[in-house]
T-cell receptor
Framework: DAGVIQSPRHEVTEMGQEVTLRCKPI?????LFWYRQTMMRGLELLIY????????DSGMPEDRFSAKMPNASFSTLKIQPSEPRDSAVYFC?????????????FGEGSWLTVV | EDQVTQSPEALRLQEGESSSLNCSYT??????LFWYRQDPGKGPEFLFTLYSAGEEKEKERLKATLTKKESFLHITAPKPEDSATYLCAVQANTGTASKLTFGTGTRLQVTL
């Protein structure tokens, strides 16, 4: 089975530019999560969806960040405008909920550098 | 607010030298405690889920245990390929929410 697929794997952009990160969850999973990982703060949950509906976006740093899930097989995380402090690894993860023991599975991450 | 604290931050072992990693947690009703392994440049890879105090799970040289306040990941006779960052996470028993709150991890290095 294909795992969680993220793109791009690496992105270098200039401050002020728009960044869009993409995620395809594992087929059949109904929960999707966006995490950010930095050396200082570790893995932080930004937002998660159940059945394509945003459930908790309290981890989204500010209005520059937005996330969408238009269907069960695709999600985006957008940063506009980007700032150097947004440089981090952004992970997408998906899960099937209680029927699978609530385990979530991670993609390989999108490494973002804002200069 | 759910909190997870892992110790030590870093651990260096010689091959064959057994040890344990600690994960202390506070959560408003535990649905599950998760262990993940993360290699450099990769996403976290699922290892174990523990649901109740007293539960134990094993996989090769790893054994995870759970009490009401903490979990331990025991590594028996480690090999260099066990070198990685080990992450602990908790999931609260709140409705349908399935989000995980992570600790900052323990970086394990196993040398020959």
């Amino acid at each position: 089975d294909a795992g969680v697929i993220q793109s791009p794997r690496h992105e270098v952009t200039e401050m002020g530019q728009e960044v869009t990160l993409r995620c395809k969850p594992i087929s059949g999973h109904n929960s999707l999560f966006w995490y950010r990982q930095t050396m200082m703060r570790g893995l932080e949950l930004l937002i998660y969806f159940n059945n394509n509906v945003p459930i908790d976006d309290s981890g989204m740093p500010e209005d520059r960040f937005s996330a969408k899930m238009p269907n069960a097989s695709f999600s985006t995380l957008k940063i506009q405008p980007s700032e150097p402090r947004d440089s981090a690894v952004y992970f997408c993860a998906s899960g099937r909920g209680a029927s699978s023991g609530n385990t979530i599975y991670f993609g390989e991450g999108s490494w973002l550098t804002v200069v | 607010e759910d909190q997870v604290t892992q110790s030590p931050e870093a651990l260096r072992l010689q091959e064959g030298e057994s040890s344990s990693l600690n994960c202390s947690y506070t959560v408003s009703g535990l649905r599950g405690l998760f262990w993940y392994r993360q290699d450099p440049g990769k996403g976290p890879e699922f290892l174990f889920t523990l649901y109740s105090a007293g539960e134990e799970k094993e996989k090769e040289r790893l054994k995870a245990t759970l009490t009401k306040k903490e979990s331990f990941l025991h590594i028996t006779a480690p090999k260099p390929e066990d070198s990685a960052t080990y992450l602990c996470a908790v999931q609260a028993n709140t409705g349908t929410a399935s989000k995980l709150t992570f600790g900052t991890g323990t970086r394990l290095q196993v040398t020959l």
